[in-house]
């Protein structure tokens, strides 16, 4: 019924988190990290860390689209009206109690496995941005 509203409400608050570290993070001039290294004659490689910003918007657009499909899924269904109250659950308080379960239970969880497959996204980067990193040799960095 109203389960799209607790990623909703988390991307509202990741959006404008996301917004303030990117401030922060122009401030202290903390863009991309890149490193350049000579492999051979010939070839240069990079490797580049990104600003936490940069994954923060990961979990947004995580959060935005599954809000996004599942608010569309409940208006498909007409659980979602355009005529106020929009959600057809708050015309009846049996329907309310049911609408706050299903928030409580399978919004929360939702929120929750989106976020701990971006945390997992973020491990992954981070993971592989120390190798790429740590992979090139002190002399060969500019």
């Not at 991307?11 to 990290?33: G, H, P």
């Not at 109250?85 to 409580?104: K, Q």
Request: glycine letters at 4%; a negative charge.
């Amino acid at each position: 019924m109203a389960c799209f509203l607790v990623p909703a409400a988390e991307a509202i608050v990741t959006t404008i988190a996301t917004k303030v570290m990117q401030k922060k993070e122009k401030s202290a001039a903390k863009q991309a990290e890149t490193v350049s290294v000579q492999v051979d004659d010939e070839t240069v490689e990079t490797a580049e860390r990104l600003p936490f910003s940069h994954k923060m918007k990961w979990l947004n657009h995580l959060l935005w689209g599954g809000s996004g499909l599942l608010a569309f899924e409940h208006l498909w269904h007409g659980e979602i009206t355009p005529w106020f109250p929009f959600l057809t659950a708050t015309e009846n308080p049996d329907d309310l109690r049911e609408m706050f379960t299903e928030m409580s239970t399978v919004g929360v969880t939702m929120a929750v496995l989106v976020t701990a497959v971006w945390g997992g996204m973020v491990a992954i980067s981070s993971i592989m941005e120390k190798k790429a990193i740590i992979d090139v040799p002190e002399a060969e960095k500019n």
